[in-house]
């Protein structure tokens, strides 16, 4: 795959899922900017998606379609891959973005819990690549999956989060295998990046900052450029897993 140029080839077409905020909106605008038409996906963020898409819109009609469903809900997976290629007619990339993220202390984790966790983090990104896997491969597109630095490590309170992530972090390997040579999988590990706006985590925040080589949080867009870079010019990596946490799994 490779990125549009003024030439008049097909612009590549790219699917973000929980695009609508935060990092996915960030790697929409990122991808956007890089020449890519968009799919981009929400499930509740109606007017931050519809937002983002005008801002898009603005700068070059035609270039973005919206797709609202529940990844929990299996039948809308395939169903996103063929509305993509519907409006587009291809398929470049797919960027599992889409994420839960909330605590589940050990004594109080109910099934319905373990299964919200599991199906945005784990369940709905391998769906999503098998269903696009044909596409992908037509135009030696490639995959790229949000993880965690704590699919390897554990997070205290987070155990269904981290085991979710890591059996992602699994899938982007072990999906690698199976598509190659045609399409390429990797995964970004995102560390700090958008901190809680909660003054009692100040303390936390400063101490984690302290073992961190780079002394700062990350940005969203350092994310987009991690995730625009494995899509688009990282030719001869697949499989991987590239962490941008500043350096802050050195310290352990």
Not at 197 to 225: F, K, Q, W
């Amino acid at each position: 795959m490779t990125q549009a140029g003024n030439d008049g080839a097909a612009r590549p077409v790219v699917l973000v899922t929980g695009a609508a905020r935060r990092i996915g909106a960030e790697i929409a605008r990122a991808l956007h900017a890089a020449g890519c038409d968009l799919a981009l996906h929400y499930r509740a963020s109606q007017a931050d998606a519809e937002a983002l898409r005008d801002a898009l819109e603005r700068e070059r009609p035609g270039s973005v379609l919206l797709l609202q469903a529940d990844l929990a809900e299996f039948d809308r997976l395939p169903e996103l891959v063929a509305r993509t290629v519907g409006r587009f007619g291809r398929l470049d990339g797919l960027v599992n973005n889409a994420s839960s993220f909330h605590p589940t202390p050990l004594g109080t984790v109910t099934p319905a819990q373990w299964d919200d966790l599991f199906a945005s983090n784990a369940r709905a990104p391998f769906f999503l690549t098998q269903a696009a896997a044909p596409h992908l491969r037509a135009t030696c597109g490639a995959v790229v999956n949000l993880v965690d630095i704590y699919a390897t490590r554990p997070l205290p309170q987070y155990a269904v989060y981290c085991m979710a992530k890591a059996a992602l972090l699994m899938a982007t390997k072990s999906l690698a295998l199976e598509l190659g040579p045609e399409v390429r999988v990797n995964a970004v590990a995102p560390g700090a990046i958008l901190w809680p706006e909660n003054p009692s985590d100040v303390e936390a925040r400063d101490a984690m900052l302290a073992r961190t080589p780079l002394g700062r949080i990350g940005t969203p867009a350092e994310i987009a450029e991690a995730v625009r870079w494995l899509l688009f010019d990282a030719r001869y990596c697949t499989g991987q897993v590239i962490a941008v946490d500043g350096g802050r799994l050195l310290a352990g």
